[in-house]
């Protein structure tokens, strides 16, 4: 880079243990805690596991409450909080994707107990300071570093059992991080260089595993990936693709990650014009001249869904869609316009490529 702007910079603290075969140090990572009694957080389908993981920690396990849910439900949290002072635990470790890490996240928040997360998704959320909650079906979102977790363990042999399609989204919904990263307002060459990293790691591993979903070269390759543009997620802010993913998933009730899949190239393109330098690095990271449509034939090659119908929104919401999406100002690179907005999403909704 030749011209070096003024920036902030400001890192998170946190130890993060990367490898295969590294949940063997958990019991290790719970001592250094000084964790006596551990709660063991999944969601119903990971029971399994977070079984395995309490067996691992032995005498430290105080028990497992698998019930993590999307979007954090309040309720939930309130009756594992209730669990958490029955069983007088210490600590959490969250073993599962963004639910479950959600759930370690409001426990930390409400009692400031430490947690150690392993995560099985790459959606990133271990290495962010944001909690989103659910009350009575809304979702507030709040930044404090009190959920930040102390502990982050990436085993690469957690993620070989996440089926294609969620390999896909989940990495999908790792680059929209890395991208907003690049053009955020308070970008900086250091997070540009990990979202830049990050972008090409899972763009070149995630076509692999969709194809070999035990491929554990190209697993390696996606969660190192994942973990810097969670990095991204967590240490500058996002713009118009996270607000209107947030605004989508929320009034049409959309899936999380697939989403995200179908809204960034859209996105990106929209942007584009006002953040050469964002395209220059992607371009890079991806090997090809226009790199919104280089994520749009990515997620085609991935088999994940490229259209708003298809995660079931309907085709009236669009214009409300679009009411929603310009209410509340935020900053974004490109001014946000309703009209230009409405296209927006009705090339997603259709699954056009990006204009
Ligand atoms: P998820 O955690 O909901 O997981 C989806 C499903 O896949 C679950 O049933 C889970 O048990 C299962 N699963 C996860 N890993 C698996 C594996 N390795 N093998 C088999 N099954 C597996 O999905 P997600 O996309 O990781 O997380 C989405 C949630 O995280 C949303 O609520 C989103 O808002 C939140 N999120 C928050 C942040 C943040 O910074 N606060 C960041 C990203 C995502």
């Not at 260089?193 to 990050?198: D, Q, R």
Request: charged share 20%; aromatic share 4%.
């Amino acid at each position: 880079m030749t011209d070096i702007p003024t920036f902030v910079y400001e890192a998170l603290p946190s130890r993060v243990i990367f490898g295969s075969g590294t949940v063997a140090r958990l019991a290790e990572e719970a001592e250094r805690l000084g964790l006596a009694r551990v709660l063991v957080l999944s969601t119903p389908q990971q029971e399994g596991l977070a079984r395995e993981i309490a067996a691992r920690l032995g005498a430290r396990t105080a028990g497992v409450f698998a019930l993590a849910a999307m979007h954090t439900p309040i309720e939930t949290t309130e009756r594992a909080l209730a669990v958490v002072t029955d069983l007088k635990a210490d600590g959490f470790v969250a073993v599962g994707g963004g639910s479950t890490t959600g759930l370690g996240k409001a426990l930390a928040l409400r009692t400031d107990l430490p947690q150690i997360v392993l995560p099985t998704t790459y959606a990133g959320s271990e290495m962010t300071p944001i909690i989103g909650e659910t009350r009575d079906g809304v979702k507030a979102t709040q930044t404090t570093r009190k959920v930040l977790p102390e502990v982050v363990i990436y085993d690469v042999d957690l993620t070989l059992s996440l089926p294609p399609s969620l390999s896909a989204t989940s990495g999908m919904n790792a680059i929209a991080h890395a991208v907003e990263a690049l053009y955020a307002k308070d970008r900086n060459p250091i997070i540009a260089l990990m979202a830049e990293e990050g972008t090409a790691a899972l763009a070149r591993s995630l076509p692999r595993i969709v194809e070999t979903p035990s491929d554990k070269s190209a697993r390696t390759d996606a969660l190192y990936g994942a973990w810097l543009c969670g990095i991204c997620l967590g240490t500058v802010g996002m713009a118009l693709h996270h607000k209107l993913c947030h605004t989508l998933g929320g009034t049409f009730d959309l899936p999380h990650a697939e989403t995200h899949t179908v809204v960034l190239p859209h996105a990106l393109a929209y942007n584009a014009p006002a953040v050469p330098d964002t395209m220059m690095r992607l371009s890079r990271a991806l090997q090809a001249k226009d790199a919104a449509l280089a994520l749009y034939d990515l997620a085609g090659r991935l088999h994940a869904p490229r259209s708003l119908r298809e995660l079931g929104m309907p085709e009236s919401g669009i214009g409300r869609a679009a009411d929603l999406a310009v209410k509340n100002p935020y900053w974004n690179p490109q001014p946000v316009e309703r009209a230009a907005i409405r296209a927006l999403i009705a090339r997603a909704f259709a699954g056009d490529p990006p204009g």
